[in-house]
């Protein structure tokens, strides 16, 4: 069903606020975490203002790290609810357990499922078994089958609102990035699938001096669009505030993303 023998067309999901896929680019932008009622208004007013039309945010964080910061849980999901209604945005959050269904689903607009979970089977078939969009991040250690046959398991339950973020992998050298930006993984996907395909430099570089070049590398390969971590004070992010850009630097990517687009 991922395959574009099974459905040669662009798959182009439709939002409240987005289409996602087909001719369409959509920039998905945020924090990594949600903060504070304030903080998410501030994010949300700053990703409006940049074209996004998602806002991310997670209340449940999946660290490495078992002591790290775990997010807010339901508080930063109502915070993020209401920021999002507020600025006409959609809401994305992740999902990490089958548990917490009920619950996020009564906030979310779109569920994402991170790298690390992007083969827990137990999560896929759940998400497929309703219709709300699903944003599918490609796991650290995943072959392009491996993400295929993941975003298999939602579509054949029987949600199609698939959409693909390729957003690093593990290889040898991860001493100047955290992942290595598979941007090859671009067009071979969109070769082999009709789900839209969408590139999240943030937690591949882990760095912010290098979200910049990879971001604009993604568009220029044809990525869908782009999923980009803010924060007016990076230095103070709960989560990951050395790949977190300000909102001017966001605003810089998308006026170079522009000008890329009208040349791919
Ligand atoms: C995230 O987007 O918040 C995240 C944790 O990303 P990933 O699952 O790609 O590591």
Do not use: C
Not at 171 to 178: A, E, G, I, L, S
């Amino acid at each position: 069903r991922a395959s574009r023998q099974w459905h040669p067309e662009d798959t182009v999901i439709q939002t409240a606020h987005s289409q996602i896929g087909g001719e369409n680019f959509t920039l998905i932008a945020g924090p990594d975490s949600v903060e504070s009622q304030t903080h998410i208004d501030a994010m949300a007013q700053a990703v409006k203002a940049t074209g996004a039309t998602i806002l991310r945010g997670g209340s449940f964080k999946p660290r490495t790290n078992p002591y790290s910061f775990q997010g807010y849980g339901e508080s930063g999901l109502k915070e993020h609810r209401q920021a999002a209604d507020q600025f006409g945005l959609d809401m994305m959050t992740e999902i990490m357990d089958t548990r917490d269904f009920d619950l996020i689903d009564h906030y979310t607009d779109i569920f994402q499922v991170g790298a690390r979970n992007m083969q827990n089977f137990s999560l896929l078939k759940q998400l497929g078994q309703q219709v709300k969009p699903v944003g599918l991040k490609r796991g650290m250690s995943a072959t392009i089958d491996d993400l295929l046959n993941a975003a298999e398991y939602i579509l054949a339950a029987g949600n199609p609102n698939v959409f693909l973020i390729e957003r690093g992998i593990r290889t040898f050298d991860n001493k100047y990035t955290r992942n290595t930006f598979d941007v090859a993984a671009v067009p071979v996907l969109q070769q082999l699938t009709h789900l839209p395909v969408l590139v999240d430099p943030s937690h591949a570089a882990g760095k912010r001096s290098l979200v910049q070049p990879l971001a604009l590398a993604g568009v220029a390969a044809g990525a869908q669009g782009l999923m980009i971590e803010i924060h007016d004070q990076p230095g103070k992010a709960l989560v990951d505030g050395a790949q977190a850009l300000t909102p001017n630097e966001l605003k810089d990517i998308m006026q170079k993303a522009k000008a890329i687009k009208t040349i791919v």
